[in-house]
């Protein structure tokens, strides 16, 4: 019994370390898929919103329109100690924008 | 121009509703008006002003955990090993209804069944003034905030916050403040910046608290969450407490908080047995690497009437209670792509009285030491391996005090 569990949590683990290759390996964008105006806004969004929570959360949350996007971030802006300050909204936003329309352009 | 004429309306709407308020509570005593006055004006000014359609995000969170634990002996008597195998769902709705008001529900499923871990609104008049009405973990720690397994990058908690996952749980009674600790209350809480580089953050709180038995040596944390069981305040007094955080930027991704929390009040039926948790915790994030050191403190009181349920005698001069302390230090640090390590040591200690039978004594103590890995499958999906090496004082039925554990989880997120 103790075997079997143990074969199958192996071979679990080896399914997913070995399964990734051909997947994304972070859990916000490639940087070399963010142009290169935007990686400044991406660094302060990737270093502000990964304090608290992955970034797939709001990467993947379907969100593309800019209110609802400053809704959002007001919304963690005001969690305790998330260190996001009224400077960091224009980053973090113009970044968000970004990222919507080429969700909506379809990339 | 709609949203203009949208905006007077709704001002027009506000005082109208405002002067009916005060026409309708002209007869009641004038503590009592201006009360009423003031909560309806405050409604008013936070109703959604215009016709804007509501904002939602929905997210979610599963993590399946396999403890393995081979020295460890087992209730099952088919195996020689303890396993432990665990699930933790959880669904969360946040809503926005306007600039002021928002609304959070969020249901988990884990080892009691399902749980509300929150259900509150937001009423927030400014940035440092919010009213929390409802269900929620009233602030108490750092930890809280990324008790969620998607949040964490460990399987388990730190044992300060244990829920049910640490070995020996019921020697233990868990950690100091399971974690999450939803409870029915009013929060008055706010954050202020100084400048852009100082974050001031403020809570206080009137909850029901926690629950227990009318002779219980201890906090019952089952019937303090269970839904069974009514979420109604147990003896009529509710607890309070609060915390203050300071968060400093110290360069562009550096960050300090240092916090203090502390919570009071009574657990059983006739109100007289007191708990007072207190807790420190201080944070360190530089780039992605995090460093975190958190203590906590619960002064205990228990019904000492019945001496035969005691495993120490209680002296004439008092002692009917116990201090259960517990503290963690961990660092966080990117490995690779998707590879995270985690170290880190935490440990309880409770000194005092404890029941007759109870293999510990009135100064025992555990210790932890872990390294982990996580390791990210693809965007939301989370492997995490948690090797565990245990220290107790005292020895258990086959003489052992130290044990190793393993951890196998997977966590997904959206």
């Not at chain 2, 006055?37 to 008013?44: D, I, K, P, S």
Request: charged letters at 20%.
């Amino acid at each position: 019994m103790r075997c079997r569990r143990a074969i199958a949590a192996a071979l679990l683990g080896a399914g997913l370390v070995a399964c990734p290759s051909a997947m994304e390996r972070t859990e916000g964008m490639d940087p070399s898929v963010v142009v290169a105006e935007e990686r400044a806004d991406y660094a302060v969004y990737a270093d502000r919103c990964s304090k608290c929570h992955s970034l797939g959360r709001s990467l993947h949350s379907g969100i593309t329109d800019d209110a609802f996007w400053r809704m959002y971030v007001e919304r963690m802006r005001r969690q305790p100690g998330s260190g996001i300050s009224e400077e960091d909204m224009q980053p973090i936003l113009r970044f968000l924008h970004w990222y919507s329309q080429k969700q909506k352009a379809g990339g | 121009m709609m949203r203009l004429q949208t905006l007077q309306v709704g001002r027009l709407a506000t005082a109208s509703l405002v002067a009916h308020v005060k026409r309708a509570t002209s007869l009641l005593p004038p503590v009592a008006s201006l009360l009423v006055a003031l909560v309806a004006a405050l409604l008013g000014a936070l109703w959604p002003g215009s016709a804007r359609a509501l904002d939602r995000t929905f997210a979610g969170s599963v993590q399946l955990d396999e403890h393995i634990a081979p020295g460890e002996p087992s209730t099952n008597a088919g195996t020689q090993s303890f396993y432990g195998f665990t699930t933790e769902l959880s669904g969360k709705i946040a809503v926005d209804l306007s600039e002021h008001v928002s609304a959070n529900v969020k249901i988990c499923y884990g080892c009691h069944g399902f749980e509300t871990d929150m259900a509150y609104v937001d009423l927030r008049v400014a940035d440092e003034l919010n009213f929390r009405v409802g269900r929620f973990s009233p602030s108490f720690g750092a930890f809280n905030l990324r008790h969620d397994p998607a949040n964490h990058k460990l399987a388990d908690k730190p044992l300060p916050y244990d829920m049910g996952r640490m070995l020996r749980m019921r020697d233990w009674n868990l950690g100091v403040l399971p974690s999450p600790f939803p409870d029915n209350g009013l929060e008055i809480d706010g954050t202020h910046w100084f400048g852009d580089k100082l974050q001031l953050d403020y809570a206080a709180y009137a909850v029901s608290g926690f629950k227990g038995g009318e002779t219980g040596l201890d906090i019952d944390f089952a019937q303090s969450h269970s839904g069974s069981l009514y979420y109604v305040d147990n003896n009529n007094t509710p607890a309070g407490g609060g915390r203050v955080a300071l968060t400093a930027k110290l360069g562009p991704r550096t960050d300090l908080t240092v916090g203090g929390s502390g919570m009071y009040g009574t657990f059983d039926p006739q109100s007289r047995l007191s708990y007072a948790i207190f807790g420190a915790d201080v944070s360190l994030r530089i780039g992605r690497t995090n460093l975190r050191a958190e203590w906590l403190m619960r002064r205990q009181e228990f019904d000492a009437t019945d001496q035969a349920q005691l495993k120490y005698t209680v002296p004439p001069s008092g002692g009917d209670f116990f201090v259960k302390h517990g503290a963690y230090v961990e660092m966080e640090h990117p490995l690779g792509a998707g590879v995270d390590g985690i170290v880190r040591v935490d440990g309880l200690l409770r000194l005092g009285n404890v029941a007759a039978g109870s293999p510990l004594t009135n100064d025992s103590s555990v210790l932890r030491y872990t390294i982990g890995g996580s390791y990210l499958v693809a965007r939301g999906v989370r492997l995490k391996l948690t090797p565990e090496l245990w220290q107790f004082s005292y020895a258990d039925s086959s003489g052992r005090k130290v044990e190793a554990s393993l951890h196998t989880a997977v966590a997904g997120a959206f």
